[in-house]
């Protein structure tokens, strides 16, 4: 089992950034698989990034098409902390973004951030 303490959210103009941060009650070398997923108000929660890489300091990282190149997704799995750097925010952007890890067949969630891009 792990809990997740999402933190970094707020309010930010279009342009501006944002950094996400994730905090783990355990060490992530044995959590291989990490991500982000958000939620925009009457949406299904979807896919924002994934960092998969329990056992080393290297990550292979995925990302949602729309967040390409704006966001970044990192790990430290020494520290616990799952990151998400976001630039160049959009409207579009806005949402409840939720830390998540996957262990075995189990999916564990934290309770949200509100990120909220408008000018």
């Known amino acids: 089992q792990v809990q997740l303490v999402e933190s970094g959210g707020g309010l930010v103009q279009p342009g501006g950034s944002l950094r996400l941060s994730c905090a783990a009650s355990?060490?992530?070398?044995?959590?291989?698989?990490m991500g982000w997923y958000r939620q925009a108000p009457g949406k299904e929660r979807e896919f924002v990034a994934t960092a998969t890489g329990g056992g080393s300091t290297y990550s292979l990282t995925n990302y949602r098409a729309s967040v390409q190149g704006r966001f970044t997704i990192s790990r430290d799995n020494a520290d616990q902390k799952l990151y998400l750097q976001m630039n160049s925010l959009k409207v579009e952007d806005t949402a409840v973004y939720y830390c998540?890890?996957?262990?075995?067949?189990?999916?564990?969630w934290g309770q949200g951030t509100q990120v909220t891009v408008s000018s």
């Open positions: 355990r060490s992530l070398f044995s959590i291989n698989v």
């Open positions: 998540n890890a996957v262990i075995g067949s189990v999916n564990y």
